[in-house]
């Protein structure tokens, strides 16, 4: 069991660019689930997966964040014309379908200038 | 609209000296409630998941217990390694959403 990863684990990038990020959930794990996690609060739900189904959409996700599952294995989740407020931690879980439990990536810092 | 609230937010505790991490929640109809440990700058690490009223769970100096409205996690004769934010989760039942709801944290500092 290779855990959950996460790929860039840091990404420092000026504002009105666009960025990318992977994750890589448990080999078995049929559910993924993106968060947004700023400093002193918990993780804040985005969006989910089930295989490679968009099941979910927090309604705080704007149009400029995409999320994409083509092969129901890894994730990419895709920020267009970052702003500063989009300056957090981006953190990725997966689950198997029956178990509640979600286990988390190590996540990826993004900081934009 | 569910509901969590952990506290106290920030703890600081000598080792060795026992203490209780407060989760309160709200939810139309518990599913499951998650306890997490973050260490700064990584992902949350899981540590128990509790179904129902009555259940507790234990991790070598750590017990979570379960009621009806809150729960709570035991930390006993405490080390400087067991400093880090602990975090609670709650994921309702109804509506077949597998969205958990996260609290805001505590963060607990044990001072050798």
């Known amino acids: 069991d290779t855990g959950v990863s996460q790929d860039p684990r840091h990404k420092i990038t000026k504002r009105g660019q666009n960025v990318t990020f992977r994750c890589d959930p448990i080999?078995?794990?049929?559910?993924l689930y993106w968060y947004r996690q700023t400093l002193g609060q918990g993780p804040e739900f985005l969006t989910y997966f089930q295989n490679e189904a968009q099941l979910e959409k927090s309604r705080l996700l704007s149009d400029r964040f995409s999320a994409e599952r083509p092969k129901g294995s890894f994730s990419t989740l895709e920020i267009q014309r970052t702003e500063q407020g989009d300056s957090a931690m981006y953190l990725c879980?997966?689950?198997?379908?029956?178990?509640?439990?979600?286990?988390f990536g190590p996540g990826t810092r993004l900081l934009v200038l | 609209e569910d509901q969590v609230t952990q506290s106290p937010e920030a703890l600081r505790l000598q080792e060795g000296e026992s203490s209780s991490l407060n989760c309160s929640y709200t939810?139309?109809?518990?599913?499951?409630l998650f306890w997490y440990r973050q260490d700064p700058g990584k992902g949350p690490e899981f540590l128990f998941t509790?179904?129902?009223a009555g259940e507790e769970k234990e991790k070598e100096r750590l017990k979570a217990t379960l009621t009806k409205k809150e729960s709570f996690l035991h930390i006993t004769a405490p080390k400087p390694e067991d400093s880090a934010t602990y975090l609670c989760a709650v994921q309702a039942g109804s509506g077949g959403s597998y969205i958990p709801t996260f609290g805001r944290g505590t963060s607990l500092i044990v001072h050798p």
């Open positions: 939810v139309s109809g518990l599913r499951g």
């Open positions: 509790l179904y129902s």
């Open positions: 080999s078995e794990h049929n559910r």
């Open positions: 879980a997966s689950s198997s379908s029956g178990k509640e439990t979600q286990y």
